[in-house]
């Protein structure tokens, strides 16, 4: 049995577990797919994330929206952070990333991908599919990698 003196903390606890189990299973598919073309790995993880965002989208998506203020909490561990860390297991493996376009690609992934995730789930067009979501974000995953200068020094490009 555990304490928690308020309603705010329980519902952060709730969260953090969610979260935590949600980035356990993102890192552990980063870490297994690490051979594998970065398409694969985009469909695999995105897929991944969705599944995740809608099994658990009170937790994930509607607290972070309607109480937003627990997501303040320094000692929160959230999701945007705990995917960030998990982006980059991935993208260590480029050998022309240096740690300053580590940093910024990690960044600009998590952002993209988390906003993606809440709109689409917060409003989803019609004329959407889930496929036709998953295929687009890929796309444009891909596309802002395999655009960046490190990524076309590559000795193997």
Same mark, same amino acid.
């Given at each position: 049995?555990?304490?928690?003196?308020?309603?705010?903390?329980?519902?952060? =606890?709730?969260?953090?577990?969610?979260?935590?189990?949600?980035?356990?299973?993102?890192?552990?598919?980063?870490?297994?797919?690490?051979? !594998?073309?970065?398409?694969?790995?985009?469909?695999?993880?995105?897929?991944?994330?969705?599944?995740?965002?809608?099994?658990?989208?009170?937790?994930?998506?509607?607290?972070?929206?309607?109480?937003?203020?627990?997501?303040?909490?320094?000692?929160?561990? =959230?999701? /945007?952070?705990?995917?960030?860390?998990?982006?980059?297991?991935?993208?260590?493996?480029?050998?022309?990333?240096?740690?300053?376009?580590?940093?910024?690609?990690?960044?600009?992934?998590?952002?993209?991908? !988390?906003?993606?995730?809440?709109?689409?789930? =917060?409003?989803?067009?019609?004329? !959407?599919?889930?496929?036709?979501?998953?295929?687009?974000?890929?796309?444009?995953?891909?596309?802002?990698?395999?655009? /960046?200068?490190?990524?076309?020094?590559?000795?193997?490009?």
């Amino acid at each position: 049995y555990q304490y928690f003196p308020t309603v705010e903390s329980i519902l952060l =606890s709730i969260h953090e577990t969610t979260a935590s189990a949600t980035v356990q299973k993102f890192r552990a598919k980063m870490l297994a797919q690490l051979h !594998l073309p970065m398409e694969k790995v985009a469909a695999n993880t995105m897929e991944l994330l969705l599944n995740e965002y809608e099994t658990h989208q009170l937790v994930l998506h509607q607290m972070v929206i309607e109480r937003p203020t627990l997501m303040l909490d320094p000692g929160v561990a =959230s999701l /945007q952070r705990l995917l960030h860390s998990g982006i980059r297991i991935y993208m260590q493996q480029f050998e022309t990333l240096n740690e300053r376009d580590l940093e910024r690609v990690a960044f600009f992934l998590e952002i993209v991908i !988390l906003g993606s995730l809440r709109d689409y789930l =917060s409003n989803p067009p019609p004329q !959407l599919s889930r496929k036709a979501f998953l295929e687009d974000m890929i796309t444009v995953m891909i596309g802002y990698i395999k655009g /960046q200068k490190w990524y076309l020094a590559r000795a193997d490009a």
